[in-house]
């Protein structure tokens, strides 16, 4: 009972929305998208509108409208009538938003399984390794030839964490790609709101269905350790 109530005093903070009473959850492992999860895409997104010749303004507008309307970003160089970049950036140190590191590392620390698997083209997964996060493993849609958010996805994530779904936890900035996906998995769903798609997809009604709803990593830890002793 004691440990019931504290669950229900840490998910009662701020910023925070974990519905208690949702099963006795025992989260082993927790896994994360990459992109406006714990890396920041503006420079990669700055380098690429400077290789295509537009505006970086232009860019942002427009892969912006594309989000709102739910459709897939990959489209903004049709849109913008550009040549379409497969050029991708390789992301570095600086590119982590300053709570990743720290999280990653709590995370391990506290005695979880970590893992990065998200949606992420060839050679993704090798500049990740070389920036030497606290994680169990990294894997890549490129890599494992399925991407989010087809459940075969989320099949992976489970026979990679080698726990069930309904012990892990998956964290992401997107709606369809993670929280609703992850959900449908048996995942506990973690919807983080920063990003492009973090800031718009926290206005639509399908955000209720995430388990938790965070503004920070640094809010991460507390979530996850009271589902676990729920």
Known sequence: MRDEQQAKAVVGCDALAVPCGSGALKIEAVVFDVG??????????????????VTRLTLFATLGALIERGEDHRRVWDALGVERRTDP?????????????????????SGYRVGLAANQPAG??????????????????????????????????????????AQTAYVGD??????????A????????????????H???????QADATIHSLDQLLPVIAAARRA
């Open 124 to 165: 993704a997964d090798t500049a990740l390794r070389k920036l030497g996060l606290a994680v169990d493993f990294i894997a890549t849609s490129a890599g494992w030839g399925v991407e989010k958010p087809s459940p075969a996805f989320f099949d992976r994530v489970c026979a990679e964490v080698g726990v069930s779904a």
């Open 174 to 183: 997107r709606l369809d790609n993670d929280v609703l996906p992850a959900k």
């Open 36 to 53: 406006e999860t714990l890396v920041d895409e503006t420079r990669a997104w700055s380098v690429l509108a400077d290789r295509a010749g």
């Open 89 to 109: 950036v390789a992301v570095e140190i600086g590119d982590l938003y300053p709570d990743a590191v720290r999280c990653l590392r709590s995370l391990r620390e």
């Open 202 to 208: 926290a206005h639509r009604p399908e955000v209720d």
């Open 185 to 200: 998995a048996g995942m506990f769903a973690v919807f983080i709101k920063r990003g492009p798609w973090g800031h718009l």
